[in-house]
């Protein structure tokens, strides 16, 4: 059974700071991992994907990836109110065409 | 270039009926999947279609079905509804070879 596991949240954060969403899946084999976030009653969002270990950012946010934990995260600098949403952490856990897994989600709540 | 659309946007049906949702992808995106939303499943992988042939399938009764036409558009069913079948219903494309999904808006089905 391949999975994907976040935390809940809520994750409170004060605006200006620094949030950290995590997610552990459990085959450490895994090809492909994606951040998505999802504002309220609306469809989930592409932030960014990220193959290989190590950091990749784009703007505020940054991916880090350790496929030896088997863990990915997301950063996000500078946290904004409407930063705040859930987020998704999605992983492919074969290469190829076939279907994406994604965790159940981290509510981000960024505190003006 | 157009993101995916998907029709209707809200339904309103009752337990017995059938319903058709349809989902227009991402202009040269050839594969589309199908999820289903809810709050204590989360995000929960119904079917795949690539060249009008599902290539991939998640675990959900034979009363979920879709097809897919020749121009990439999808179509999925579901038939004798139940009340637990009230859910968010999200398409997403992405391009043959590259496993990067966009979704749609979403089609918010209540089953009554």
């Known amino acids: 059974q391949k999975e994907v596991e976040q935390n809940s949240g809520p994750l409170s954060v004060p605006e200006g700071a620094i949030a950290s969403l995590n997610c552990t899946y459990s085959?450490?084999?895994?090809?492909?991992f994606f951040w998505y976030r999802q504002y309220s009653g609306k469809s989930p969002e592409l932030i960014m994907s990220?193959?290989?270990?190590g950091d990749k950012e784009d703007g505020r946010f940054t991916a880090q990836l350790n496929k030896a934990s088997q863990y990915v995260s997301l950063l996000i600098r500078d946290s904004q109110p409407s930063d705040s949403a859930t987020y998704l952490c999605?992983?492919?856990?074969?290469?190829?065409?076939?279907?994406?897994?994604f965790g159940k989600g981290t509510r981000l709540s960024v505190i003006a | 270039k157009a993101g995916v659309t998907q029709t209707p946007r809200y339904l309103i049906k009752t337990r017995g009926q059938q319903v058709t949702l349809s989902c227009s992808p991402i202009?040269?995106?050839?594969?589309v999947s199908w999820y289903q939303q809810t709050p204590g499943q989360g995000l929960q992988f119904l079917f795949e279609?690539?060249?009008?042939?599902?290539?991939n399938k998640g675990n959900f009764p034979g009363r979920f079905s879709g097809r897919q036409f020749s121009n990439s558009r999808s179509e999925m069913n579901v038939s004798t509804l139940e009340l637990g079948d009230s859910a968010l219903y999200l398409c997403?494309?992405?391009?043959?070879?590259?496993?990067?999904?966009?979704f749609g808006p979403g089609t918010r089905l209540t089953v009554l």
């Open positions: 999605a992983v492919n856990f074969y290469s190829g065409n076939t279907p994406l897994v």
């Open positions: 085959d450490r084999g895994s090809q492909s």
């Open positions: 990220i193959y290989s270990n």
């Open positions: 202009s040269g995106h050839r594969s």
């Open positions: 279609y690539f060249s009008e042939t599902q290539r």
């Open positions: 997403a494309s992405n391009r043959e070879g590259r496993d990067t999904q966009y």
